[in-house]
């Protein structure tokens, strides 16, 4: 590539005292050419996390803020922020050394332009990275059909670089949306600004048991509130859009169903977990992995791998747990 953009990596920080040192150092130890400059801002924390950053010297700025949440943190950083770009990183994750030259190069590959890359990351635990499995899930859809696809599920992850004259178009994170990261997205796509994948994981998601992905209830609640939102917003939604939000709002949430699916095939209900599976697709069309996955379990012996594998990971995952009790 003949240049490269300059970046602002844009880092929310509360109570990160334990985790926002190798969230600095990865940020710092990028392989990038252009200048990266550093925005933490500390979101009310008391655990000294202000001073960690703090300790970086010059090479990190840091906003000390009441505590109002992840999106008026980010929604701050913005407005200190002088790159081109804007990369996130929360406190608590990682970015190898590759990341912002790969996000980057993805970026003008495409184009530039209205577009933004939405990154993979290996899950990382207490216990170290959990089983090679990536927070990049559903695959990115292709930009005819993204607009759609966006409604049905969040398919652009929290490890995203973007220009900072798309979010100050949109006005930067909803304050007060439990999903303003997906809220952003659609709001961003249904813009006219177009998703570019980059696939290779160069970073690490720190995955707990209190991570706010993990509070299923809340989650789906959240997700019913948001998609009622826009079907009500008075925005130029094409028929598709609108019936699906119909449709959509008269089901369930398909990352429910998906949950139930895997409680199924827990307790061996091949057959229930296959109808769940079904359903799932048929509000995710987007996804087809679900598909798959669900007409795979018509296959004798298949419902016994499915669930084989499915154990392996929650005895994974259990360890991980017991490792940072």
């Not at 970086?56 to 009441?66: F, K």
Request: charged share 20%; glycine share 8%.
């Amino acid at each position: 590539m003949d240049s490269y953009p300059s970046i602002t990596v844009v880092m929310p920080a509360f109570q990160s005292a334990r985790t926002i040192g190798g969230a600095l150092s990865g940020a710092l130890t990028q392989a990038y050419p252009a200048g990266v400059e550093i925005v933490v801002v500390d979101d009310g924390s008391t655990d000294g996390s202000a001073d960690v950053a703090r300790a970086h010297g010059d090479a990190v700025s840091v906003v000390r803020q009441t505590n109002a949440g992840t999106a008026s943190a980010r929604n701050t950083a913005l407005s200190h922020a002088r790159g081109e770009l804007i990369a996130l990183c929360d406190a608590d994750d990682v970015l190898l050394p590759p990341y912002l030259r790969a996000a980057v190069e993805a970026w003008q590959r495409a184009g530039c332009g209205r577009r933004f890359v939405t990154c993979n990351a290996l899950l990382l635990t207490q216990g170290g990275i959990a089983h090679g499995r990536t927070v990049m899930h559903p695959p990115v859809p292709a930009p005819s059909r993204q607009r759609l696809a966006i409604l049905e599920a969040n398919f652009v992850s929290g490890f995203t670089v973007m220009p900072a004259s798309m979010l100050r178009e949109l006005g930067g994170w909803a304050t007060g949306c439990y999903l303003e990261d997906w809220d952003l997205w659609i709001r961003a796509i249904h813009a006219g600004w177009e998703a570019v994948p980059q696939r290779v994981p160069h970073a690490l998601y720190r995955w707990s048991a209190t991570s706010k992905s993990t509070r299923v209830q809340d989650v789906y609640t959240a997700e019913d509130a948001l998609l009622r939102g826009v079907l009500e917003s008075g925005w130029d939604l094409r028929g598709p859009e609108r019936e699906y939000l119909q449709r959509r709002l008269q089901a369930r949430s398909p990352r429910l169903l998906v949950h139930e699916a895997e409680q199924a095939l827990r307790a061996a209900d091949v057959a229930g977990a296959r109808r769940l599976y079904a359903q799932a697709a048929a509000l995710s069309p987007s996804n087809r992995k679900l598909a798959l996955k669900g007409g795979s379990l018509a296959v004798p012996g298949l419902g016994a791998l499915w669930r084989r594998r499915l154990t392996g990971i929650d005895a994974g995952l259990a360890r991980d747990t017991d490792v940072a009790r």
